[in-house]
């Protein structure tokens, strides 16, 4: 089996989907996955007006903008994909929703679809809120490995960076005191002082044990940020 479709769905985080995969295998015959065949055959044959739309235009358009230059050509790798792996597509219903759903493959789920005016999209919506839940995931990951390399920062330089100095002490040597006694560059780039939606983490002293937190996809304070505290 291929592994999921495109980068893109990697970027998409459908890998991470909340539905689970269903006991016992869904039809193969469904309008969703139909369409998605479809909608791959007209894009192989380089005759896109033949097939169903699939992605609506601002989508379609987000979609190459998050690939950068690989977004060059996106529609026939995707439909070539699609086609070598058409004989394990199958789809699920969303719990509770008889309009939304998920195009597996075998048991991995690859493709968020939605019913409108009787024809199935791909799910933005879905797909942003999968994408999501994956850099939550890795920003959590992330600031584990921060918290580590603030101990290390400690353990080699006495104390913990002051809020002022900021993580960017585990990247450059602070030139201004507190001075760590000794120092080890302990991140390889500034990149990782980012979280997963390219905003900066946030370090906090919190009773003297550092904090950092991530504020999410909205890049304020709110319920969906990402932080070590319990």
């Given amino acids: 089996m291929n592994r999921i479709f495109l980068p893109a769905f990697l970027l998409f985080g459908t890998f991470l989907l909340s539905a689970q995969t269903p006991e016992s295998e869904p039809p193969r ?19 896109p007006e033949s097939g169903p739309k699939l992605f609506e235009p601002g989508d379609l358009k987000k979609i190459k903008e998050e690939m950068g230059p690989g977004g060059e050509g ?4 995707l439909s070539q994909t699609i086609l070598a792996d058409r004989d394990n597509l199958t789809f699920r ?3 509770n929703s008889k ?18 005016e009787e024809q199935w999209w791909f799910d933005s919506i879905e797909a942003e809120k999968n994408l999501n839940r994956a850099k939550s995931t890795t ?6 490995a921060l918290i580590a390399a603030l101990n290390l920062y400690k353990t080699i330089g006495g104390r913990f ?3 002022k ?5 585990l990247f450059e040597r602070p030139t201004e005191a507190p001075l760590p006694r000794r120092w080890t560059q302990s991140i390889a780039s500034l990149d990782g002082l980012k979280d997963p939606w390219g905003q900066p983490f946030q370090y906090q002293l919190v009773d003297g044990k550092p904090v950092i937190s991530s504020l999410g996809p909205d890049g304020e304070v709110s319920e969906d940020d990402v932080s070590n505290t319990p």
Avoid: C, Y
């Avoid at 015959?29 to 005759?47: G, M, Y």
């Avoid at 939304?100 to 075998?106: A, D, L, Q, W």
């Avoid at 920003?139 to 584990?144: G, P, S």
């Avoid at 100095?165 to 002490?169: E, I, P, S, T, V």
């Fill in 93 to 95: 219903f969303h719990e």
């Fill in 161 to 163: 960076p002051t809020e």
């Fill in 139 to 144: 920003a959590l990951a992330d600031i584990q």
């Fill in 29 to 47: 015959s469904h309008p969703a996955v139909q369409t998605l065949i479809a909608w791959a055959e007209s894009q192989n044959k380089e005759e």
């Fill in 99 to 116: 309009v939304s759903g998920t195009v597996f493959s075998k048991k991995q789920p690859v493709f968020p679809m939605t019913l409108r």
């Fill in 165 to 169: 100095q900021g993580l960017k002490a």
């Fill in 74 to 77: 996106f529609e026939k790798r």
